[in-house]
């Protein structure tokens, strides 16, 4: 965790899906875009989790 912030696969593992599913759900706009850092890399702040949380328990 960078200062507050997750990773892809921290909040995947959270989540309990793979990285690449949320990446697709991402795509298919089922959940909000995530920001970039300087790298490209995505990072999610803890209300983004949250949000991911909240969306995994109204699918599954």
């Not at 200062?3 to 909040?11: A, H, K, Q």
């Not at 989540?15 to 089922?30: A, D, F, H």
């Amino acid at each position: 965790m960078l200062d507050g912030r997750l990773t892809i696969t921290e909040v995947a593992q959270q989540l309990g899906v793979t990285p690449k599913t949320i990446m697709r759900w991402e795509k298919s706009g089922k959940i909000k875009r995530a920001k970039r850092d300087w790298k490209g890399w995505r990072i999610y702040s803890h209300e983004e989790l949250q949000e991911m949380k909240s969306f995994v328990e109204t699918v599954y």
